[in-house]
């Protein structure tokens, strides 16, 4: 059974291009190729100053995904998430 969910989640201001690059690809590529899913929106939010530090960050870049797919693709996207520590600050997955 698919949903509709939106996934929020925040990089390092200053994260390299190909690392950003690498982990959009992986989201991406995991939710439609994979998993054959649709992507309505994958887009920069925005750049903001953290409430706290994170990861001795403390300026973040806001990205927001909605995506309408079945539990199992958003589990594995959730292990993409949680695996990359150094390129993901924080990340929020909301079921719609």
């Known amino acids: 059974m698919t949903n509709n ?3 929020l989640f925040i ?3 200053n994260i390299d291009a190909n690392q950003y690059s690498e982990l959009s690809n992986k989201i991406t590529s995991t939710i ?8 309505s929106k994958f887009e920069k939010w925005a750049d903001r100053k953290l409430a706290y530090t994170i990861n001795n960050h403390s300026d ?3 990205y927001i995904i909605e995506t309408k797919c079945n539990a199992e693709c958003i589990s594995e996207v959730e292990k993409i998430l949680s695996f990359e520590k150094t390129s993901v600050l924080r990340f929020l997955i909301d079921k719609k």
């Open 5 to 7: 969910y939106e996934i």
């Open 32 to 39: 439609k190729d994979k998993f054959s899913s649709e992507l």
């Open 60 to 62: 973040g870049t806001y």
């Open 11 to 13: 990089v390092p201001k």
